[in-house]
Each structure stands twice: as structure tokens, then as C-alpha cells.
């Protein structure tokens, strides 16, 4: 790899590069990876999921547009858009600043957690998928 990646421990990780944080109050911050924020180069415009929009396992919630590409960003967890990051469409470059921090995309009320958690990649797996697609 040729960057130094950031791959939180308590985070799981999507194939097509989302992560998800349970929080303690069992709601669940989304956002792109630190690989995927990479790899689009610095983003210009982030299109925000409805609040109250209910979604299933990664269906496309939203895009995320930079210099170089738009994608799309796919929730990996089912469940009700509770809250969306509103700094991000003045702000878009805090997604490439700080992606599991400041640069979340939405919190969602998950609607079958455990079962989809148990379908997504820990920080380990999720290193090793990033190497295989280089």
C-alpha cells in the first residue's frame, strides 16, 4: 500500500468502502474511508441522504463528487436516517480532513444491526481487501 491508512478498530468497514460506528446509545454514524476519501482526491460537493428516509443494507444513501469522480455513498447498515452532517455541503474537504470524525455522513437507527455487522469487515479484513484491489 502505498499510504499509511487509517483503519479504526471499532469501526467496520464495507466492500465498497463505507464504515460504520455503533454508538453508545446503539445509533450508527456512516461515513467513507480514509482509502475511499484517498483515492477520490479532494471532494467538492457531498449530496446528503433525507433525515427519515428509511434504507436497506447498501443502497446508494447519497454522492460524493471530487476533481477527479462522483460516487455513490451506500449505507452498509439498514435502518432510518436519523441525522445528516450539515456542515458537509459548505465544507465537503472535511471528509479528505477528518473522515471518521468530523467528515461522518449520517446517523442512522439500525433496523437489524447485529446480523449486518456479522456481514461487514473488522479493520483487519478490511486492510487486507484494500490490498487486494491494488
Do not use: C
Not at 40 to 60: C, F, S
Amino acid at each position: 500500500m502505498k499510504k499509511d491508512y487509517k483503519f479504526p478498530r471499532e469501526l467496520r468497514y464495507s466492500k465498497e468502502h463505507e464504515w460504520v460506528k455503533v454508538l453508545d446509545d446503539g445509533t450508527a454514524l456512516i461515513g467513507i474511508s480514509d482509502y475511499a476519501q484517498d483515492q477520490l482526491h479532494e471532494l467538492v460537493y457531498v449530496e446528503l441522504p433525507r433525515v427519515g428516509r428509511e434504507v436497506k443494507q447498501m443502497e446508494a444513501i447519497g454522492t460524493v463528487e471530487s476533481v477527479k469522480a462522483v460516487s455513490d455513498v451506500y449505507s452498509p447498515i439498514s435502518g432510518v436516517i436519523l441525522e445528516v452532517n450539515n456542515e458537509l455541503p459548505n465544507s465537503p474537504e472535511l471528509i479528505n480532513q477528518d473522515p471518521y470524525g468530523k467528515g461522518w455522513i449520517a446517523k442512522v437507527r439500525p433496523k437489524n444491526l447485529e446480523a449486518e455487522l456479522r456481514g461487514l469487515m473488522d479493520s483487519e479484513a478490511y486492510k487486507r481487501y484494500i490490498e487486494t484491489q491494488r
